[in-house]
């Protein structure tokens, strides 16, 4: 019964299989690549893209009877890279202007999103990284005061300008800050839960960049957003997670329901969200509703929480 419930909620019945097709040429991010989609044998629809030099490709196979609904197979051109695994559950769905391709394993969890969109993903990962960016900082060992809003920043008052760095089209977080700046050169921000660990360093023959000392330490100066009100309006797609422990991750996860008032049980969480002050806790739970990004980025954090290898690869 459970299962049948799942799998009722994943795929809305419907006869018309031929009106639930993707349509061809329709591009969808994944938080690292534009997948471009085509139609194939008996209604599928091939999705696609080149990467680091690799052809990058899967099919969706209508769910018989159901609309909206695919299950992820392997294509049939040997030399194409499977992106990801086969028998996944794909689900398209609305919701908040977007639509977002769903992906579930085999454990009804959400593993991964993919949005359609008509940027090119460059755009696109600038834009969400720009988001997280967002905010007011200081540096943790002199005080010095730092913004960062939409590729101008402010340090100590004065006007920085700078640029993102991109690997394969996707923002891999560097910024290059322009000459005259006391900020001058190449800089790679790791976020953290209290701010970022911001790297000097330059970019080798590989176009890589390379760290060439010590980090400083920026330190959320706005007590009053929240250290993820990001998480509350971009998808936080996997690219995004990995860059995060899973105990800070937690947090960021609880922050989406903290901002709708949610009381929390657990007494760790229940003492930290009390101590900010955009804390405002509701008289129950009953009635509190996220938004669809919400809804989208609690199961994807979920998720990223659930690999007992995901801190292995975090730099946070």
Not at 2 to 27: E, R, T, V, W
Not at 147 to 170: C, S
Request: charged share 25%.
């Amino acid at each position: 019964m459970k299962k049948y419930l799942l799998l009722s909620l994943l795929c809305a019945a419907s006869a018309n299989l031929m009106a639930q097709g993707i349509p061809s040429d329709s591009k969808w991010y994944d938080g690292w690549n534009n997948y471009v989609a085509s139609n194939w044998d008996g209604g599928s629809t091939l999705m696609q893209v080149i990467a680091e030099g690799e052809k990058l490709e899967f099919v969706l196979v209508p769910v018989d009877g159901e609309k909206d609904c695919f299950i992820l197979e392997k294509s049939p051109d040997a030399d194409a890279v499977l992106s990801y695994p086969v028998g996944l559950v794909v689900k398209r769905v609305r919701g908040d202007g977007l639509e977002v391709l769903c992906l579930h394993d085999g454990n009804d969890r959400l593993v991964g999103v993919m949005a359609n969109t008509r940027m090119p993903a460059r755009v696109v990962s600038a834009l969400n990284m720009n988001t997280r960016l967002k905010g007011s900082y200081k540096v943790d060992s002199t005080g010095d005061s730092v913004v960062i809003d939409d590729g101008v920043g402010l340090f100590n008052g004065r006007k920085v300008y700078f640029k993102i760095d991109y690997f394969n089209d996707m923002a891999n977080g560097v910024l290059k800050i322009d000459s005259g700046s006391p900020l001058e050169g190449s800089w790679e921000f790791v976020p953290t839960l209290s701010g970022f660990k911001v790297y000097p360093g330059s970019f080798g023959q590989n176009a890589t960049f390379q760290r060439t000392g010590e980090p400083f330490i920026l330190v959320d100066a706005d007590p009053g957003s929240g250290r993820f009100e990001f998480a509350s309006k971009i998808l936080v797609d996997n690219a995004c997670l990995k860059s995060y422990k899973k105990s800070t991750l937690r947090l960021m996860r609880n922050e989406i329901l903290a901002r709708h008032g949610y009381v929390f049980e657990d007494e760790d969480l229940n003492e930290y969200f009390r101590k900010q002050p955009w804390y405002k806790p509701a008289q129950s739970n009953d009635g509190i509703e996220l938004s669809f990004i919400e809804k989208l980025n609690v199961k994807l954090i979920e998720n990223a929480e659930s690999d007992p290898e995901h801190d292995t690869y975090v730099d946070e």
